[in-house]
């Protein structure tokens, strides 16, 4: 029912207006801003009505429709006194809170709340103040006069009004209603029905607010002291200015510094960036323009402002014109094509991906460095490379400190700064032969660069300062996996490049090296013409690499043959048959490896790695009457070493088996041998041709010579894998050997080899040494147990690192 507020009645039921951050007291005037549809209609209600309405505060601030849970249940009723609509179609009201009332229940929700209300009146004042009462009264306008006088905001009026109010609610609700405090704590003062206890608590309110109060005001006086500080050196650098322009000195300095703050500008520098340079130019403006120092900081300066902060290249994401231009220069390398043309799709479907760091592993000559010259061109960025070959010194790729004389920034923001674009392909050549020495490691340094994780903000010495490379496409290559330490080798997806077959080099020669050949030298394609057959046998007998150089050093010679006939007035083209290679190119460089002599015992065709590709390794093992000594000839590694030593024990120990005497070794002495003894010759998978080659020398049985064999054992008579199977594979071929006995761990690395290629070779599996003596010597019968049980099943090889075998030391063949 009704009830009456003073001379005011009040109905039952009353539109809702719920509000954000404010608790409207009685007697309390103020404007409000109405947005929300639900807000908008119960305005209108209350406008067609007795314009009264229910004034309650939101618990969270951030809900756009809030329900009845979502309100406090006490709030205020208000008098609409006057509406304006504006002209973005929200309401503004002037209200008058008239009483404190309770929701005792929500009548309705649509279009908006309306709720049934009973009234919360407070409880009776005592007529006379108690002695407490009136010192609590005191002390709170007292606190509200410091505050008001630390705002600024005191007045006579505002005095005059904290005077005149004798009743302690009334006093309580007026400083609540004009403090800037939390909706929490001013529903709790609207909830108070006790005038003396609300007053106690605004009490506290308002001590809490004093201390925040005059902090402000310090921390406000703090900083005009700043700005006046500010404004007096301002003032005393305006008349030392006029002092040196007066002396002549000024000019100089004003047009350097205006052109120094627009290059800022122009660069887009970021935050901390923009804070150094600014400070160096300060620096600047108070030296002398002939300073050292000057100098210094003006090259500073000129680095800042010319490096790519925010430039950058746009991508070319079409994968089917990025699949042409690398297939129309690189042939093959189809796994390389892929990895790029994946990377461009991710890119293509999250623009914020981060670079890529790759390692293309592999040969010298099988295209790394132009293949990703190709790669920029493919995504349209600029292409940026050096070498690492040599590099001694860490500062080439973290810079110089500037208080060295002739300090620069290191090798990597160089080549920022010449490619003009912050997200380059930039190839680090030779990574494998980065040395160290007392000015530290520059493997170390790369640690930072190629770690997508943190190159978001190297540091260059120089520079002093971080640089995003988050966004730079690295590719790094390398010849030899074994050098790269294992840190820096894990921040890197290694792509192994293998050696090029004879039919590879052909199709590439004739599709790539002839045409760019015969454009360097001036010529038509109608002046010069190899036959397919000349061609093969250049490839054969004057080239011997995994790569393509020497075949191009050889084509290039006959293009100059063909530019100096053109030159000397012959217009006849040169047609280059087989027979006449001799005369243009000399006799053949590359001598067959001369076949084994029919029933030769001890004599067995290996098989090894080498930086140019694989290549026949013959093992030759001769006994004689001794005392059971054993010599390594040949130029052999440590590792090699232990292989024979390796092979010997094992024989010894299965000397029965194999039809041996149990002490045949007293009284022989063993002699193996590897030719091409000024090669260096190191690694474990020779151990195969090691063993044949002695079983073959003391059963004078001799071994097929039409199979080459490659393989790693141990003492339990297991055969390991191997590295390197494609080359040693072509180098068979090759040779005109058929038949390659191979680690049967090794069938997966067959995928490897072009299917043509592998129709020409038996591929001979084998997982121990019985099944490895019953393919080298048919007609022999060993007992079957010459491996002994461990021989029968899978043995489990030690872990180790997890790395693509490669040769472990430069200019070795690897067997």
């Not at 006490?74 to 929200?90: I, K």
């Not at 404190?100 to 279009?111: G, N, Y």
């Not at 058929?738 to 592998?758: F, G, M, Y």
Request: net charge neutral; aromatic share 4%; glycine share 6%.
């Amino acid at each position: 029912m009704p009830f009456k507020n003073q001379d005011t009645e009040i109905a039952a039921e009353l539109p809702l207006l719920a509000v954000r951050d404010l608790v409207i007291f009685t007697d309390m005037i103020l404007p409000l801003f109405i947005g929300r549809d639900i807000s908008v209609a119960a305005v209108e209600a209350a406008q067609n009505g007795d314009k009264q309405l229910l004034v309650l505060a939101q618990k969270d601030r951030l809900k756009d429709l809030p329900g009845p849970d979502d309100l406090y249940r006490v709030g205020t009723v208000a008098q609409l006194l006057r509406q304006l609509r504006m002209p973005d179609g929200r309401l503004k009201i002037l209200v008058q809170g008239l009483a404190k009332a309770r929701v005792v229940s929500f009548v309705s929700r649509e279009p908006f709340l309306r709720a049934a209300i009973e009234p919360l009146q407070d409880l009776p004042a005592p007529p006379k103040p108690s002695v407490e009462l009136e010192a609590l009264m005191r002390n709170v306008r007292e606190q509200s006069r410091k505050i008001l006088s630390l705002r600024d905001a005191l007045s006579d009026e505002v005095v005059a009004l904290l005077e005149g109010i004798d009743d302690p609610g009334r006093l309580a609700d007026m400083i609540a209603s004009n403090m800037r405090i939390k909706v929490e704590a001013a529903q709790k003062v609207l909830e108070t029905v006790d005038p003396r206890e609300r007053l106690k608590m605004v009490n506290g309110i308002l001590v809490q607010e004093f201390q925040v109060s005059a902090m402000q005001a310090k921390l406000d006086s703090e900083t005009h002291e700043e700005m006046d500080r500010a404004q007096r050196e301002y003032y005393l650098r305006e008349q030392l200015r006029t002092i040196k322009r007066e002396l002549g000195e000024e000019a100089g300095h004003v047009d350097e510094s205006a052109e120094y703050r627009a290059k800022f500008r122009k660069a887009h520098l970021p935050k901390e960036v923009s804070a150094e340079a600014a400070k160096q130019l300060s620096r600047l403006e108070w030296m002398h323009s002939d300073a050292a120092e000057a100098a210094i900081i003006r090259t500073y300066l000129d680095w800042i402002v010319e490096l790519p902060w925010a430039t950058s290249t746009r991508d070319h994401l079409d994968l089917a014109e990025a699949k042409r231009i690398l297939d129309a220069e690189h042939y093959d390398l189809e796994k390389v094509k892929d990895r790029i043309l994946e990377y461009l799709a991710v890119m293509k479907l999250n623009h914020r991906q981060k670079g890529p760091i790759i390692c293309f592993l592999g040969p010298p000559g099988v295209g790394k460095t132009s293949l990703g010259q190709s790669i920029a061109k493919a995504m349209g960025r600029k292409f940026v490379r050096f070498s690492l070959g040599g590099m001694k010194d860490e500062a080439e790729i973290r810079g110089h400190r500037r208080t060295y004389i002739g300090a620069l920034p290191g090798r990597i923001i160089q080549g920022l700064k010449t490619a003009g674009s912050n997200n380059p392909v930039f190839m680090l050549d030779e990574v494998d032969k980065i040395g160290s020495d007392f000015r530290g490691d520059p493997a170390a340094a790369l640690l930072e660069v190629l770690d997508p994780e943190q190159n978001s903000s190297f540091s260059d010495h120089y520079l002093n300062v971080s640089f995003d490379l988050s966004k730079v496409m690295f590719i790094t290559t390398a010849n030899f996996l074994d050098p790269i330490p294992q840190a820096l080798e894990d921040r890197m997806e290694v792509i192994y490049l293998s050696g090029y077959t004879a039919e590879e080099k052909a199709a590439i020669a004739k599709k790539h090296l002839l045409p760019r050949l015969i454009a360097e030298h001036g010529l038509k394609p109608g002046h010069v013409s190899i036959q397919d057959a000349a061609l093969k046998k250049i490839i054969a007998s004057y080239t011997q690499e995994a790569g393509l150089r020497a075949l191009d050093r050889r084509l290039a010679a006959i293009c100059r043959k063909a530019a100096r006939r053109v030159a000397e007035g012959q217009d006849r083209p040169l047609r280059i048959t087989p027979g006449q290679l001799s005369r243009y190119l000399g006799p053949p460089e590359v001598l067959p490896e001369p076949a084994l002599s029919e029933g030769q015992p001890g004599v067995v065709t290996g098989l090894a790695w080498t930086e140019m590709g694989g290549e026949l390794m013959y093992v030759e093992v001769r006994t004689m009457p001794g005392k059971g000594n054993l010599t390594l000839t040949g130029q052999l590694g440590e590792i090699l070493k232990e292989s024979a030593q390796t092979v010997l024990a094992f024989i010894r120990a299965h000397a029965l088996e194999l039809g041996l005497a149990r002490d045949f070794y007293d009284e022989l002495d063993i002699h193996i041998h590897v030719p091409a003894g000024a090669v260096p010759k190191e690694g474990p998978s020779a151990g195969v041709s090691l063993l044949i080659a002695l079983v073959s020398a003391l059963t004078g049985q001799p071994a097929p010579r039409d199979m080459a064999m490659t393989g790693e054992i141990t003492l339990r008579g297991q055969i390991m894998a191997i590295g390197g199977l494609k080359e040693k594979a072509l180098a068979a071929l090759r040779s005109g050997i058929k038949k390659v006995v191979i680690p049967k761990q090794n069938l997966k690395d067959l995928e490897e080899i072009p299917l043509t290629l592998r129709r020409r070779i038996q591929f001979l599996p084998v997982d121990n040494i019985d099944e490895l003596l019953q393919l080298s010597f048919p007609d022999k019968r060993f007992k079957p147990s010459a491996v002994g049980s461990a021989g029968r099943g899978r043995a489990r090889r030690p872990p180790t690192r997890s790395r693509r075998r490669a040769p472990e030391q430069p200019s070795t063949t690897h067997g």
